[in-house]
């Protein structure tokens, strides 16, 4: 057996079923191995190796098992870079295997050669270099366990060509002393939690990405139920409580909903769960959860104090803190405190508003509101980044974890196409619409030529508007309607270009059009674009501006005046 | 070396650590420093007993919180087997210095009487300068400099802060 047979069946021990990539000169041999007919592994040849790293990604995300992705050496290597990025931003769990030059040769800069030891240092949870054929069995191993436990995260590994091309003689284990993740709460402090929280008048639920990632959306939903406590979650978290549900306020931050924001704001107790409070949440830090007390519940200490001090640290896995959580409170025979909730089952209502409109061309939340009616609950969103992907995270409500996918902390655009391809293989029984813009889909178009050949099939919907459009935004409201290199000219017709690469595309220029063409995706056994033209200055609103407080929100809905007088 | 806080609130913090001994582990750890904006003081590496384990100490200025913040990042780090928080009381906290002094013929005597006191060696005398060592704690260091300087400081090379926890 050489390096490359090692490393393929390391890989089968450890259950990958699917890997995304592009072959190059120094992972000949590993793709050597992938030829022969000995594995089950299926590899998907993407058309660019950004397009691998975040198709492993939505792979990981949909599925919550490691995703895989595999480039050569150098540039191939590179171009997973921000994918890797995305992954470590957003906790997700990925394992990519990069070529690298032979040992001889590193350091004499050779063809195609880049430190990516280096480079991927700070944008993954770790790396390893596997310099002998008798380590690879042993690093992939903990390359997995790293990636999928405490809180996970891409590993990069780095695979020099005489490593692949080597005989392996023995098997060589490489211990990992140094981590110990801390899984289990400390009980003292979850039955302090219990207690601050059956004692609030005013208590919220803020769930983030941690809640998806620890497989814990069930713990935290029958706390919210058991207790009558209302639920927030962060744009990681979405889909990690039922958004139907009266409890849910549906999103907190930047462009979150109004009743979650000023919930938060008048909260006198907050239990956050997985999240990290980004400033993206947060706003102005100095009002952020001013007066209210927080019990922090993350698996990563790091994560606990860095932005907002907390009244209740508890570092631990999401799903074992809540069900620890859940029995120690109903210890506690205290009545259900209903006025809070009952108030801001109503609130939320209001906040609610009309998506079914009419104008011409489509106002955005008018896709929304067509999607929504054809989205089966077990149906998979993904999303670029932009002004679309707001519309999305505002609007459309997800009941099930894993079925809302988006690019949170790194906020890459292009991720929305190639995650919606890896999420579909993870899920081949749900349907898979990728929620994108015309200038975030543009950036991994060549993934439509993946889909044709690999016959997979997803459903890209585009607001296409023209526009760079969350810059153009800004630029409207913030610097005086400077349009600078937003304006991405004369609409680029994405049916057509789909036509190119062998895909059916739809153009949709008018919102009365948009029911039949998503009943024609779904009918169609491939991939169908759907390239939707939307009011091109449309805004996404409400929304707080960079540096204000969370409360400080404009735009449709209710006002905190209102809000705090309905209380 | 002085473990109460500045008026800025800042105070000198000693870490150490086992870690892997591998190619770029110590690129990981002080890459963690920089992108997180930790400023490193002084750091040495070496050797340990067991084999493949290196021992890195570090020491830095900080606030608690941020030096709180470090400890947890640290304690992340895949590549550091086992971590400690050095103080005085905790630990045997020394520093290992060299110094080239000018001398002459007159005042080589008096610089003699001053390693003395300090207990400090002369490894090297010639009509030129003198190459004095001196291994102590980094406050002694820090005073040998001082009464040294008016001799005249050619050179000066200090490893930075070891440690060794107390049992």
Redesign the interface.
């Given at each position: 057996m050489n390096g490359a047979e090692a490393v393929l069946k390391a890989l089968q021990e450890e259950k990958v079923r699917h890997s995304f990539g592009v072959t190059g000169g120094s992972v000949i041999p590993l793709f050597d191995e992938y030829f022969k007919d000995n594995h089950e592994i299926r590899h998907i040849p993407v058309r660019h190796e950004q397009g691998a790293a975040h198709a492993a990604d939505g792979y990981a995300r949909a599925s919550g098992k490691p995703g895989v992705c595999i480039a050569t050496s150098g540039p191939g290597a590179t171009n997973l870079v921000t994918g890797i990025m995305t992954a470590f931003m957003d906790s997700s769990p990925m394992v990519a295997l990069g070529g690298q030059v032979a040992t001889s040769l590193i350091g004499n800069d050779a063809f195609q050669e880049s430190d990516m030891?280096?480079i991927t240092?700070?944008i993954t949870?770790?790396n390893f270099?596997i310099r002998s054929p008798e380590k690879i069995n042993s690093t992939i191993k903990n390359a997995f366990k790293?990636a999928t436990t405490g809180r996970p995260g891409p590993v990069y590994i780095d695979l020099p060509k005489d490593t692949l091309m080597k005989e392996v003689s023995a098997v060589e284990k490489v211990p990992?002393?140094?981590?110990k993740p801390n899984l289990k709460g400390h009980p003292l402090q979850v039955k302090k939690a219990a207690e601050l929280l059956l004692n609030a008048e005013r208590p919220v639920l803020l769930l983030g990405g941690g809640v998806i990632l620890a497989n814990a959306a069930k713990e935290a939903a029958e706390l919210a139920l058991e207790f009558n406590i209302p639920v927030i979650t962060t744009l990681m978290g979405k889909s990690a409580f039922p958004e139907t549900n009266a409890l849910s306020l549906g999103m907190l931050g930047m462009h979150g909903r109004k009743c979650a924001n000023y919930a938060i704001s008048n909260a006198d107790v907050v239990l956050a769960v997985g999240c990290r409070f980004n400033d993206r949440i947060t706003g102005k830090l100095s009002t952020f959860l001013k007066d209210a007390k927080l019990i922090h519940i993350d698996v990563?200490?790091?994560e606990?104090?860095?932005i907002v001090p907390s009244a209740i640290p508890i570092v631990g896995d999401a799903k074992l803190v809540l069900q620890d959580l859940l029995l120690a409170a109903k210890k506690f025979s205290l009545a259900k405190k209903t006025t809070w909730s009952e108030k801001l089952k109503v609130l939320a209502k209001e906040c609610d508003c009309d998506l079914n409109i009419s104008s011409n061309p489509a106002d955005p939340k008018r896709v929304i509101f067509e999607i929504s009616k054809v989205l089966k609950e077990n149906d998979i969103v993904t999303t670029g980044v932009g002004q679309h992907q707001m519309f999305a995270a505002h609007f459309l409500k997800r009941d099930r974890p894993r079925t809302f996918i988006s690019s949170g902390g790194a906020g890459t655009m292009g991720f929305g196409f190639p995650a919606a391809i890896g999420a579909r293989l993870a899920r081949p029984d749900s349907e898979v619409f990728n929620i994108d813009g015309d200038g975030s889909f543009g950036m991994n178009v060549q993934e439509l030529a993946t889909c044709r050949f690999e016959n997979i099939k997803v459903i890209p919907v585009i607001f296409n508007n023209s526009y760079l459009g969350m810059v153009r935004q800004w630029l409207e409201l913030f610097y005086e309607k400077r349009y600078s290199t937003v304006d991405l000219g004369q609409s680029t017709d994405f049916s057509k270009i789909s036509e190119g690469f062998g895909v059916k595309g739809l153009r949709v220029e008018r919102p009365s059009e948009l029911a039949e063409a998503f009943q024609a995706a779904l009918k169609n056994d491939e991939t169908t674009v759907i390239d939707v033209a939307i009011a091109p200055e449309a805004n996404i609103t409400p929304m707080f501006s960079a540096g204000s407080s969370v409360f400080e929100m404009f735009g449709p809905c209710i006002t905190e005046n209102y809000f705090k007088r309905a209380l | 070396m002085s473990f109460e806080k500045k008026s800025n609130g800042l105070r000198k913090h000693i870490v150490g650590m086992l870690v892997n001994d591998e190619p770029g582990v110590l690129a990981k750890i002080s890459g963690m420093f920089t992108r997180r904006g930790f400023n490193i003081d002084t750091i040495i590496v070496g050797k340990t007993n067991i084999p493949d384990v290196s021992h890195i100490v570090i020491s830095l200025l900080g606030n608690d919180r941020t030096i709180e913040q470090l400890d947890k990042q640290l304690y992340k780090m895949i590549d550091i087997v086992k971590l400690a928080d050095f103080s005085e009381s905790n630990a045997v906290v020394r520093e290992h210095c060299l110094l080239k002094v000018s001398s002459t013929e007159k005042s080589v005597e008096h610089l003699n009487n001053v390693c003395k006191l300090f207990e400090a060696r002369v490894l090297h005398v010639n009509t030129e300068s003198v190459i004095v060592e001196l291994a102590s704690s980094p406050s002694k260091i820090d005073s040998l400099i001082e009464t040294l300087a008016p001799f005249g400081i050619k050179e000066l090379s200090r490893t930075g802060v070891n440690a060794l926890q107390k049992d």
């Open positions: 030891m280096g240092l700070p949870k770790h270099q790293i990992l002393h140094g981590y990563d200490n790091s606990i104090g860095k | -």
